[in-house]
């Protein structure tokens, strides 16, 4: 074996490289753990806009009822596929960064079918809810998130907490790839079933014909007298607040990278001054300087290659624990590695391998092995 190997100063300096390692590995394993989370809980959370692929939601701006004579310009558009009439409902969804609405979509038995059948949703447990009644249908990841089995109820008669007026009870739960709730049209839109009806805001379901969306949503926006929420606007809403939090997690984490860099430049300027013999006796022994930066430069690339794998590894198994204990029971599901994560964290072991190398072979450059010899006597 080569006694000059970048594998031999390790094995044989374990004490030495340990410290720097351990630092790295850490630093590494936070840096990914936390933005593989973050842009994960983004990603779950897009998953609810997913429904806007296939319809649009109109509301009116000035009244809780859309003009006539704009439903009937909507229905006529040649991107439209159909019309469903609904009614502002939502529930209270339980998440990690706290409550926060979820819309249901009212609507017929017929339409129900639907508009499962678009989402490519199927009933998992249960039954739809009856015409006329207070019955609801969720979908899992909603049940999952408020820890609800099938029977639960919910609204403001049940806990003070809610923000939907009455009493509602989950008789469905549904699954498929986009989340779905579906309650009766004919009980929210009706007073004498629904004391608050009156006051719900009308809300159009608009579905658009295959491939023709962005053109149907581009239409809707144009109607000056009602508001609509469609896919871009939805993915905006999300978008805006996690890339915020991203934005300055990405910012402390590349002054994060610089302070280790730092840290592990000093480190490797203090490892070559306690070796400065061994660097002076190989020169003097014939040994060339470009051989000697060679060497540096590899057992420098070969700790940060080792530091950022076991840094990787370490994030990878606390993320898998996380996501098995903490997050699928409550129906969130984050992808197991962001690639926006992996390349921030490859930053590191690049910025300090190029730090320390840079700050140890500008020393050895200078190095005198004749008045270092000299000196030690």
């Known amino acids: 074996m080569d006694p000059l190997s970048p594998w031999t100063y390790a094995r044989r300096n374990a004490r030495r490289v340990l410290p720097t390692l351990i630092i790295l590995t850490f630093v590494v394993a936070l840096v990914v753990t936390v933005l593989t989370l973050l842009s994960g809980l983004k990603d779950s959370t897009l998953v609810y806009t997913r429904e806007f692929d296939r319809w649009s939601i109109l509301f009116p701006k000035k009244d809780t009822r859309t003009p006539k004579e704009v439903r009937d310009a909507v229905a006529a558009h040649p991107s439209v596929e159909r019309l469903i009439d609904s009614r502002n409902c939502f529930m209270r969804v339980k998440t990690l960064i706290g409550p926060v609405?979820?819309?249901?979509?009212?609507?017929?038995?017929?339409?129900?079918?639907?508009?499962?059948?678009?989402?490519?949703?199927?009933?998992?447990?249960?039954?739809?809810?009856?015409?006329?009644?207070?019955?609801?249908?969720?979908?899992?990841?909603?049940?999952?998130?408020?820890?609800?089995?099938?029977?639960?109820?919910?609204?403001?008669?049940?806990?003070e907490e809610d923000w939907m007026p009455g009493r509602f009870t989950v008789v469905g739960v549904l699954q498929g790839p986009t989340p779905l709730g579906l309650a009766?049209?004919?009980?929210?839109?009706?007073?004498?079933?629904?004391?608050?009806?009156?006051?719900?805001?009308?809300?159009?379901?608009?579905?658009?014909?295959?491939?023709?969306?962005?053109?149907?949503?581009?239409?809707?926006?144009?109607?000056?007298?009602?508001?609509?929420?469609?896919?871009?606007?939805?993915?905006?809403?999300?978008?805006?607040?996690?890339?915020?939090?991203?934005?300055?997690?990405?910012?402390?984490?590349?002054?994060l990278i610089a302070v280790v860099a730092l840290v592990v430049g000093m480190l490797h300027s203090i490892f070559f001054a306690q070796r400065i013999d061994e660097f002076a006796v190989l020169l003097a022994i014939g040994h060339r300087r470009a051989r000697l930066l060679r060497k540096v430069a590899l057992e420098t690339a070969g700790l940060m290659a080792a530091s950022w794998s076991a840094g990787l590894a370490l994030a990878l198994a606390v993320l898998a624990v996380f996501r098995s204990a903490v997050l699928a029971p409550i129906g969130v599901e984050i992808p197991f590695l962001q690639p926006g994560a992996v390349a921030v964290s490859l930053a590191l072991p690049v910025v300090a391998h190029c730090f320390a190398s840079v700050t140890v072979i500008g020393r050895l450059r200078r190095l005198d092995p004749v008045s270092i010899i000299e000196r030690r006597g």
């Open 101 to 159: 609405p979820y819309h249901l979509r009212a609507a017929t038995a017929e339409e129900m079918g639907y508009l499962m059948g678009l989402a490519g949703a199927t009933l998992r447990e249960g039954r739809l809810p009856k015409a006329g009644t207070s019955e609801v249908a969720l979908h899992e990841n909603l049940m999952k998130a408020n820890g609800w089995a099938l029977g639960a109820q919910f609204g403001m008669e049940v806990t």
């Open 184 to 255: 009766s049209s004919e009980f929210l839109s009706n007073p004498l079933m629904y004391a608050f009806s009156a006051k719900l805001w009308e809300r159009l379901v608009v579905v658009a014909r295959p491939g023709r969306a962005a053109e149907m949503n581009a239409y809707l926006r144009s109607l000056p007298d009602v508001k609509v929420w469609d896919k871009t606007r939805s993915v905006d809403e999300v978008s805006q607040g996690f890339d915020k939090i991203l934005l300055i997690l990405n910012f402390v984490s590349g002054a």
